[in-house]
């Protein structure tokens, strides 16, 4: 069977042709326009949809959207990147582009990326896994047994919004990728000639991403940040080891992509806030499916939800 997945985030869209081994086989990715609205995304995939859809013959569409969603009925509760969300029926709306039998299915796209890790990345062969997406929010999901777990409507895994400290200040506040560049920014102005500030000189945005090739360079300020940053994440992701026990957490979303000195820096931080009998803690891995966390795990998710259907 051939299904359509779908990545709905705050600044891009992807639709990609798959089966239920999570190859995908057609892929249309576009930028998103944010000025445009829910309006102008809803517009893409109208544009889009219809030319897979003949293409392929997919018997279910699955979509990992940006933001909060009822996924029993496909509601889009909101989103904090993009108007024109709030309470969209999106489900609904997709019907209406498609033939009557190919069924549709809307989650969390923090949920469906855990999915796509669980089955087909870095979490394949562990359970529970935990995933945790640092973009420019961050969110979580968790995946007990192949399946997503689902707490009340209308979120689960909101490991963004732990608390740091009892003054209100949440993870995402300091890790989330435009939290790390404002950071950055911050030590540049400092030391205006540090490896930082020539790294980022010409960067508008996403300096996150020198991180890296400071450290590379021997750079103290981005060691003092990057160790910050595991740390604040270790000390968030311990309540989450604490409820749920993963064998394995799984890190990604762009600021992963800074790689093995961030993966290493919070593997190192986590057991010193875990419990004495949940040593050594669980591993921590970066993304397996790189870019394609999301859309990989909406084929995932299309191909649980027809074999529900179909009662397999």
Request: net charge negative; hydrophobic share 45%.
């Amino acid at each position: 069977m051939v299904f359509i997945g779908i990545e709905i985030g705050g600044t891009k869209l992807q639709l990609v042709a798959g089966d239920e081994t999570g190859t995908i086989v057609d892929r249309r990715r576009l930028s998103v326009e944010s000025a445009a609205g829910g309006e102008g995304i809803r517009a893409q995939i109208a544009a889009v949809l219809p030319e897979l859809v003949a293409a392929h013959r997919p018997t279910a569409v699955a979509v990992g959207f940006g933001g909060p969603v009822d996924w029993r009925t496909g509601r889009i509760e909101c989103s904090h990147q993009v108007p024109g969300w709030h309470g969209f029926a999106l489900g609904d709306w997709l019907r209406g582009l498609l033939p009557a039998a190919i069924s549709v299915h809307i989650d969390n796209d923090a949920n469906v990326a855990a999915l796509g890790e669980a089955h087909f990345g870095a979490g394949r062969g562990f359970n529970p896994v935990f995933w945790i997406n640092m973009g420019s929010g961050i969110g979580g999901g968790l995946v007990v047994d192949g399946a997503l777990y689902h707490g009340a409507i209308p979120g689960e895994a909101e490991i963004g919004h732990v608390r740091l400290d009892r003054d209100g200040t949440i993870l995402e506040q300091r890790c989330s990728g435009w939290a790390v560049d404002a950071r950055i920014r911050a030590a540049a102005q400092r030391e205006p000639l540090g490896t930082l500030a020539g790294l980022t000189r010409n960067l508008q945005r996403g300096e996150a991403r020198v991180l890296a090739a400071a450290m590379t360079a021997g750079d103290a300020q981005a060691a003092r940040i990057l160790a910050e940053i595991g740390e604040d994440l270790a000390f968030a992701l311990s309540h989450a080891v604490h409820l749920f026990h993963p064998s394995v957490i799984v890190m990604g979303g762009g600021l992963s992509l800074v790689g093995e000195p961030l993966r290493g820096v919070v593997a190192a931080a986590l057991p010193r806030f875990l419990m004495d009998s949940f040593q050594p803690g669980p591993e921590v891995r970066l993304a397996g499916l790189g870019e394609d966390s999301v859309p990989v795990g909406a084929l995932a998710l299309a191909a649980a939800r027809s074999r529900l259907d179909a009662g397999t």
